[in-house]
């Protein structure tokens, strides 16, 4: 157990909508961190927060979003869902956002998009 | 631009004897390289690390070893059991900088025969 929370496991929905992932990072973490892994594929970076304040931004699309709260968990907003969006989302969280200490990962989102 | 390769997709080794996955790099600015080991719907599980001052680092069953004229590393498991069986990522980042996101490599999935 890593100690981070996705929820939910499974999201199934239909192009056109709006979903929202949460994550809630390992206790005393204060970054947090979303990837994108689609078929077949390594995973992507697509944003950091550090103690709330966006950190870094990857390849992140206008339709996503994210925040980081003041009790530091995390939500990644997908809007305008297309096909391509299916993936598997993952959140991570680290102590400190800049230095070699590992990234811990939750069990990620299945996003369906039918 | 894959900027992290793992180059074989899949590798399959015999119980007790040495699994070595390989993974090169481009971006000569990346400092620090980890190792993550996944398995089927789970999140990535951080393994073994090393700094780009370094050019070996060992924790029990795990070595990974990096060549930064070759922009090369690689990750020794000996003696693999079946246990290991699992996709392995290998991701790089900047040490110290503005942030530590990861870039990854698309995997290797390594089957341990009995």
């Known amino acids: 157990d890593s100690g981070v929370t996705q929820t939910p496991k499974h999201l199934i929905t239909a192009t056109g909508q709006r979903v929202t992932l949460r994550c809630s990072p390992r206790s005393g973490d204060l970054s947090v961190y979303w990837y994108q892994q689609s078929l077949d594929q390594g995973l992507q970076f697509l944003i950091q927060?550090?103690?709330?304040?966006?950190?870094a931004k990857g390849n992140i699309l206008e339709r996503f979003s994210a925040q980081q709260f003041p009790d530091l968990h995390s939500e990644l907003n997908l809007s305008s869902l297309e096909l391509g969006d299916s993936a598997l989302y993952f959140c991570?969280?680290?102590?400190?956002?800049?230095?070699?200490?590992?990234?811990?990962f939750g069990d990620g989102t299945r996003l369906s998009i039918l | 631009d894959q900027q992290v390769k793992q180059n074989s997709p899949s590798l399959s080794v015999q119980e007790g004897r040495i699994s070595i996955l390989n993974c090169d790099y481009t971006n000569s600015m990346f400092d620090y390289f980890l190792w993550y080991k996944k398995y089927p719907a789970e999140g990535p599980t951080f393994l073994i690390s090393?700094?780009?001052?370094?050019d070996k680092n060992e924790d029990g069953r795990f070595t990974v070893f990096l060549n930064k004229s070759a922009k090369h590393l690689s990750l020794h498991i000996v003696p693999s059991q079946p246990g290991d069986s699992a996709v392995y990522f290998c991701?790089?980042?900047?040490?110290?900088?503005?942030?530590?996101?990861?870039?990854f490599g698309t995997g290797t999935l390594l089957a341990v025969q009995p």
């Open positions: 927060y550090y103690n709330g304040e966006e950190r």
């Open positions: 991570a969280s680290s102590t400190d956002g800049k230095t070699g200490q590992p990234q811990h």
């Open positions: 991701a790089a980042t900047y040490y110290g900088g503005a942030t530590n996101k990861l870039i």
């Open positions: 090393i700094s780009s001052i370094k």
